[in-house]
């Protein structure tokens, strides 16, 4: 019997199957690589966003220190450059202060569509031609 995969029907903003954000750091909030949600994942962490000095700066100074590692967590800290599933009002939050992180669309989860427009999104896309 073949076992159930979320990531197998999971959709991105463009409608297409979700790709994997990152696995070097290991991301999301099954830590699968990849930016899928559930009713359990609270903060939502949905939208794969390359990290920034600016934006690592900002979310340290709204209480969530991402740059500092927690090795009892297995949490190594994050640098610039390094792609993480952010949480979906966090982003929303940084984009409204100015300084909110590129973001790869084919790897950030539809469900980021309730707290930003897709434009918003394509504004801030690696992934985009």
């Known amino acids: ?7 197998e029907f999971a959709r991105n903003v463009l409608g297409e199957k979700l790709q994997s954000c990152s696995e070097r750091p290991m991301t999301g909030f099954f830590r699968d690589g990849c930016c899928n949600t ?3 994942d609270a903060g939502v962490h949905t939208v794969c966003a390359v990290m ?3 934006f690592l700066e ?3 100074g709204r209480g969530n220190d991402l740059s500092t590692p927690v090795p009892e967590f297995g949490f190594p800290g994050l640098q610039p450059g390094d792609r993480w599933c952010l ?3 966090r982003w929303r939050e940084a984009l409204d202060a100015g300084c909110a992180p590129r973001v790869v669309l084919g790897a950030t989860h539809e469900a980021s569509l309730e707290f930003a427009s897709l434009a918003d999104f394509k504004k801030h896309a690696i992934d985009l031609s």
Request: charged fraction near 30%; aromatic fraction near 10%.
């Open 87 to 89: 949480c979906a009002p």
């Open 58 to 60: 900002f979310s340290k």
């Open 52 to 54: 920034t000095a600016e």
């Open 38 to 40: 559930s009713p359990e």
């Open 1 to 7: 019997m073949r076992r159930f995969d979320p990531n």
